[in-house]
């Protein structure tokens, strides 16, 4: 059974950073693509930032292009999204799963809140 655990998220205020580690479980970590979701409050699910199984092709969304940074640790089985230089419209829940740029499995993890504020 596939299941994907995230964590690191919080509260800070714009400009500041944070780390989010998602554990990735009960599939061939090394061989899956994998992708950072977010939604924010009343709005859909949308994608944030993808890495191929090699590590080689990376995607982001516009709007956090030159400030979220993914990778991935296949020792660890962890896919990880750097944020830096947060802004308040980054404020959502973040979610991981397998796949480029679409999600390959239907069932989500409880995500981890981000908020930005002043």
Excluded: H
């Excluded at 993808?50 to 962890?78: C, E, H, M, P, T």
Aim: glycine share 10%.
């Amino acid at each position: 059974q596939v299941q994907f655990v995230e964590s690191g998220g919080g509260s800070v205020q714009p400009g500041g950073s944070l780390r989010l580690s998602c554990a990735a479980s009960g599939l061939f970590f090394s061989t899956a693509a994998m992708s950072w979701y977010r939604q924010a409050p009343g709005k859909e699910r949308e994608l944030v930032a993808a890495i191929s199984s090699s590590g080689l092709s990376r995607y982001y969304a516009d709007s956090v292009k030159g400030r979220f940074i993914i990778s991935r640790d296949d020792d660890k089985n962890q896919v990880a999204l750097q944020m830096n230089s947060l802004k308040i419209e980054d404020t959502a829940v973040y979610y991981c799963n397998t796949g480029y740029k679409v999600p390959l499995y239907t069932r989500w993890g409880q995500g981890t809140q981000v908020t930005v504020s002043s």
